[in-house]
Every structure is written in structure tokens, then in C-alpha cells.
């Protein structure tokens, strides 16, 4: 929890750095798109890492490794399969995300109303 705090926290540091360092005036305007884009990186990321370590392309690399076995210098044994090359959790990543994407909602609607 206390990662999931501290990520939250750069991530809105982030977002007002960016909206004081472009050119666009400083509005809610500004840190809408900001953390959108912010928001959007983190769950793609998340998601990203969630599939990868799922085990969907463990399939697809076994396959080619068997379709090219005549051609390959290494063994089978020898390289790993890309859900174990990744040892981190994508929740941090998509928590992150998931609550930057809510506060830009939140401040949307604001903007609206």
C-alpha cells in the first residue's frame, strides 16, 4: 500500500512539472490531458505486463522454437519463457494508473459543470 501511495504521489509530481514546463497555460484544462496521458501509460503498461506474465506468448514461443529447432544454435532447456523473464506484478502499475485515470474523470466532469 505504501508503494501504491508513494507512486500515486510522483505520478501527480509528474503531472504538475509537465503542465509548468509546456506551454500551455497552467488550468485544469492542462492537468486533464496531462495525467490522461500519464494514466494511460501506467495501465498500458499494467496490462501489458498482466498478459505477458499470464503465460500467453509462453505458446507462440514454444511453437517457433519447435519450427525452427534445426536452425537454432541454443537448446530449448537453455531460454526462458517470456512469462518468467518478468519477476515484478503489473498491480502497482495498473493501481497507479487506475487512480490517475479516476482524478482525471473527477476533473473532468468538473471542467464540464
Do not use: C, H
Request: charged residues 15%.
Amino acid at each position: 500500500m505504501k508503494k501504491i501511495i508513494i507512486g500515486i504521489t510522483v505520478v501527480q509530481l509528474m503531472v504538475i512539472v509537465t503542465m509548468l514546463l509546456r506551454s500551455d497555460p497552467f488550468s485544469l484544462l492542462s492537468y486533464i490531458n496531462n495525467s490522461f496521458i500519464y494514466g494511460g501509460i501506467l495501465v498500458f503498461f499494467g496490462a501489458w505486463v498482466f498478459v505477458v506474465r499470464t503465460g500467453v506468448f509462453d505458446i507462440f514461443t514454444m511453437s517457433m522454437r519447435k519450427v525452427f529447432k534445426s536452425k537454432s544454435t541454443l537448446e530449448d532447456d537453455d531460454m526462458r519463457l517470456p512469462s518468467e523473464t518478468l519477476s515484478f506484478s503489473s498491480s502497482p502499475f495498473l493501481m497507479v494508473g487506475a487512480f490517475t485515470l479516476l482524478l482525471m474523470v473527477i476533473s473532468l466532469l468538473l471542467y464540464q459543470s
